[in-house]
């Protein structure tokens, strides 16, 4: 921790109202260090991780965190607030804040060292002293471990009380924070004789596994709450943390001998079904971390009846809740996204390969002999066909990733065979994108079925490996090749005939239809289904123009708000938080490059004003693209990929004409309220994104 924090990197007076605000007078001193290159940059990733969870924790701590490609080496700073500043925590402001900052390809020695820092907010000794140490110095000394808690403690000035920290937290014993680095429990012989007494009774035993997006502070934070817990009710609890820094797998006779399972995870667990068997807790990380006893007693309460909940045989990695309220409509929307994210990549690559080979080579690129009978170095002809036969390759892979990855978030590893097999019979049945679609539902809900079915505990483990590939891959190969496959090559057919025959009246409302979409949530459920129904229409070698007239009109549409906010904050920027100004320049890039996330901060601190008037803008530009005429083969790229855009420069008229009607009314909307205070409104209402899905792809988002 030596070389991650000095006292420059520490503020014991921080005065900051928001956790904006927060954020960069902190990174603000990793700039003046050479710690971080670009601030704007380094913010905007600490912001994105903080859309995907508010990372307040309860006992007054704020932990904001990322990886970055702007930051040079791992990096701490370390800011006191006396009023308290509001990360989202359920008991209130934090006024301990943390900003770790790490490299996008940090090694593990210095992820080992972060994740012991998130274990040490788990002490109340060590937050305790962090209230009351008056020295900069002596701060960053305490949080390298230069210095022991109670000699800070010690220094502090006369009549300081040191205030209560967690209240789900206890004092770490030296033995049990030593194995930070694994995610095990030290037996310091407190728990080997707190049930067994003079029955001689082995104690309870839970296996857990934490994990969070980052994988760099609340993975680690869960695993010591659950261990403290564990041994403040006399049990045993071993945790395996995966993590940034890697995890080593529990012992595999440490998890036949567990009584219980609680995962605590915000990303998919890792081969998960080594757990299976057992009665299970299946919760997101910030219960392990404020709830530990609770789930303790859940547990034990599950095993004394005998239970074992469904998610602790191979349950979906997508369902990180485990909330029993959360209905079908919502798992089937988590199934289907599950699969679009690992789709898009293929999309996007595939797609301007296809594109640039065209631009090179030409429209009758796509008739060129195959590159491997014909390829000379000096023929730019040669290098489109190489570009466009590549690109064809990729696209091949759209049907049966999308299946496979839908089956995968229903049924973890195992439904990936039969998911892969039964989108490449789509294909070969010409089922397509819709094909894809029913092959993924059907393959994981096959493998579930199977699952189901209790086995001796010798097959188990030959289950995985053959048994479920087998019967799956066949079932769902039956039920594309001779039930399901005709008739929804029909309806594809169909849909595709459809497409084509759109003109006039009916392209121009579908424009609209797909530009409001576009604009609702800047990247949740509803963008993606806009943005799936082009790109599927163009993931063909030769696709329709009107198939290419939708992919513009959705591209059009997602450039439309942040390009809005961007010039809002520029022709009245009053209206708008000194903040928010500064997101309206980032705005620019994000908004011409297709990525509508440079609008989240907007349409979070003010969804009402911000939200409705960028669908009005991306219906008016989605419309005016159909009436243009404008195409495209490319699933991204915004300005940059307009040299391949048919009817370029009514096309961009079309986005202008959107940027205008989104600018003026939202200068419109701002100006009718009264204005807010310099500086206030940076505190982002988190639950104006929380249907964003937790994907990195850089689509339309």
């Known amino acids: 921790m030596s070389e991650m924090i000095t006292a420059d990197l520490v503020d014991l007076d921080l005065s900051a109202e928001t956790k904006e605000a927060a954020a960069r007078a902190l990174a603000e001193r990793m700039v003046t260090l050479g710690r971080v290159t670009d601030l704007e940059g380094f913010l905007a990733d600490v912001a994105a991780r903080e859309a995907q969870m508010p990372t307040g924790l309860d006992g007054g701590i704020g932990i904001p965190h990322c990886r970055s490609e702007h930051v040079t080496e791992p990096t701490l700073g370390f800011g006191r607030s006396a009023a308290g500043i509001d990360f989202g925590a359920p008991d209130g402001p934090a006024d301990l804040i943390f900003l770790i900052a790490a490299p996008a390809g940090a090694d593990d020695a210095h992820l080992t060292i972060l994740s012991s820092l998130a274990r040490q907010l788990m002490n109340a000794e060590f937050t305790s002293a962090l209230r009351a140490v008056d020295d900069a110095a002596a701060a ?92 403040e009710a006399g049990i045993e609890v071993v945790v395996e943390t995966q993590g940034s820094a890697g995890f080593t797998r529990l012992d595999p006779a440490v998890i036949a001998a567990a009584d219980g399972v609680i995962f605590a995870h915000d990303v ?73 994210s690992y789709m898009v990549p293929f999309v996007a690559a595939g797609g301007l390969l296809i594109a640039l080979g065209f631009a090179i080579g030409g429209w009758t690129v796509n008739k060129a002999p195959s590159v491997m009978d014909h390829f000379v170095w000096t023929q730019t002809d040669s290098w489109g066909a190489l570009l466009f036969q590549i690109g064809v390759v990729s696209f091949g892979f759209l049907v049966p990733v999308l299946a496979g990855y839908i089956a995968y978030g229903m049924a973890d590893r195992p439904g990936l065979v039969p998911g892969f097999v039964g989108g490449a019979i789509s294909l070969t049945i010409n089922a397509g994108f819709l094909g894809g679609l029913a092959a993924g539902l059907i393959a994981g809900g096959v493998v579930i079925g199977i699952q189901k079915v209790k086995i001796p505990a010798a097959l188990r483990g030959i289950m995985p490996v053959v048994v479920i590939p087998l019967i799956s891959a066949a079932i769902v190969g039956f039920l594309m090749f001779v039930v399901i496959g005709k008739p929804i090559a029909s309806a594809q057919k169909g849909m595709t005939d459809w497409l084509n025959g759109l003109t006039g009246t009916n392209a121009v409302l579908l424009g609209a239809l797909l530009g409001l979409m576009m604009c609702f949530d800047l990247g949740g459920p509803v963008n993606k289904v806009a943005y799936t129904f082009a790109t599927a229409g163009i993931a063909v070698a030769s696709p329709s123009d009107s198939a290419m007239k939708i992919m513009a009109a959705v591209m059009a549409a997602g450039m ?12 009245r920027g009053r209206l708008f938080t000194e903040t928010e100004r500064e997101n309206g320049k980032a705005a620019w890039v994000l908004g011409a490059s297709f990525i509508s996330e440079g609008a989240i901060p907007f349409a979070a601190a003010d969804p009402l004003r911000v939200i409705p008037s960028a669908m009005v803008g ?84």
Request: hydrophobic share 40%.
């Open 560 to 571: 439309v708000p942040p390009l809005a906010m961007a010039l809002a904050t520029t022709v």
């Open 268 to 340: 998919p667990v890792r081969d998960k079904d080594r757990f299976a068997g057992k009665p299970t807790v299946d919760v997101g990380v910030k219960a392990g971390i404020n709830k530990p006893a609770e789930l303790i007693t859940e547990v034990r309460g599950k095993a004394a009846r005998g239970e074992v909940s469904a998610g602790s045989a191979p349950g979906t990695p997508v369902e990180r809740s485990g909330d029993s309220a959360e209905g079908y409509g919502t798992k089937l929307r988590k199934w289907l996204m599950s699969g679009v």
């Open 618 to 701: 991306g219906a008016v530009t989605g419309s005016l693209s159909m009436a243009f005429g404008a195409t495209l083969r490319a699933p991204h790229g915004g300005i940059f990929v307009v040299p391949l855009i048919g009817n370029p420069f009514l096309y961009l008229i079309a986005i202008a004409a959107g940027v205008c009607v989104t600018t003026a009314l939202v200068v419109v909307l701002k100006g009718m309220r009264k204005q807010a205070p310099e500086g206030t409104g940076a505190g982002v209402a988190d639950t104006a994104i929380a249907a964003k899905v937790d994907s990195k792809e850089p689509v339309a988002a």
């Open 140 to 231: 960053a000394a305490l949080i390298r471990g230069d210095e022991s808690p109670a000699a800070a403690a010690s220094t502090a000035p006369e009549g300081t009380e040191p205030t209560e920290g967690s209240k789900d937290s206890v004092v770490v014993s030296a033995a049990a924070s030593a194995d930070t680095a694994t995610g095990t429990t030290t037996d310091t012989g407190d728990t080997a004789t707190a049930d067994t007494g003079a029955s001689g009774e082995r104690p309870f035993r839970i296996v857990a596994v934490t994990s969070c997006p980052t994988g760099i502070a609340h993975t680690y934070m869960a695993a010591e709450s659950l261990e403290n817990a564990g041994r």
